[in-house]
T-cell receptor
């Protein structure tokens, strides 16, 4: 059974640009969540999707957005990139209300 | 406000000894707690979880203890092995119809020979 797949693995962008990250969950998982990890910080919750609906949103500015498609694949978008957006972005998938979430390897975004 | 706290940023333990990683939380409504292990530039890997209705869960070398009155949980690794060296995150499952996890800031465990 394939795990959670995130693409791309690495990205370098310039301030002011926008970026789209992709996440393919484990087959059968319809719940997808996104997290941001910066140095010295834990994983900060960005948003959660279930059946193409955003169910929860973390405390991030409106520049961060996401969506989920009918096949449960999810994308997140960050517009007008800032240096502070440099981070490891992680996607997790789970069965709904499961006690275990499976993470992808993440996308390392560097903003220069 | 940090709802899940790991107050020890790092821990160093000799191989074969016990590693104890601690975690405190503030929200008594959390219904599940999880521990994840993370290597650099990789996603977290699930280790073990515990329901809020239990006080202990064991899986091989890993045991998690939950003290609800103190809002404290701990992960015990016995015996510790060099391959256990990683960052360990404690997470709590947010209540009310969500799969959202609230993470602590992590503890870096180093197991030396």
């Amino acid at each position: 059974k394939a795990g959670v797949t995130q693409t791309p693995r690495y990205l370098i962008k310039t301030r002011g640009q926008q970026v789209t990250l992709s996440c393919s969950p484990i087959s059968g998982h319809r719940s997808v969540s996104w997290y941001q990890q910066t140095p010295g910080q834990g994983l900060q919750f960005l948003f959660e999707y279930f059946s193409e609906t955003q169910r929860n949103k973390g405390n991030f500015p409106g520049r961060f957005s996401g969506r989920q498609f009918s096949n449960s694949r999810s994308e997140m978008n960050v517009s007008t990139l800032e240096l502070g957006d440099s981070a490891l972005y992680l996607c997790a998938s789970s069965l709904e209300y499961s006690t275990e979430a499976f993470f992808g390897q993440g996308t390392r975004l560097t903003v220069v | 406000d940090q709802q899940v706290k790991q107050n020890s940023p790092s821990l160093s333990v000799q191989e074969g000894r016990i590693s104890i990683l601690n975690c405190d939380y503030t929200n008594s409504m959390f219904d599940y707690f999880l521990w994840y292990k993370k290597y650099p530039a990789e996603g977290p890997t699930f280790l073990i979880s515990i329901s809020s209705i239990k006080d202990k869960n064991e899986d091989g070398r890993f045991t998690v203890f939950l003290n609800k009155s103190a809002k404290h949980l701990s992960l015990h690794i016995v015996p510790s092995q060099p391959g256990d060296s990683a960052v360990y995150f404690c997470a709590a499952k947010a209540p009310y119809n969500t799969d959202k996890l609230i993470f602590g800031t992590g503890t870096r465990l180093q197991v030396f020979p």
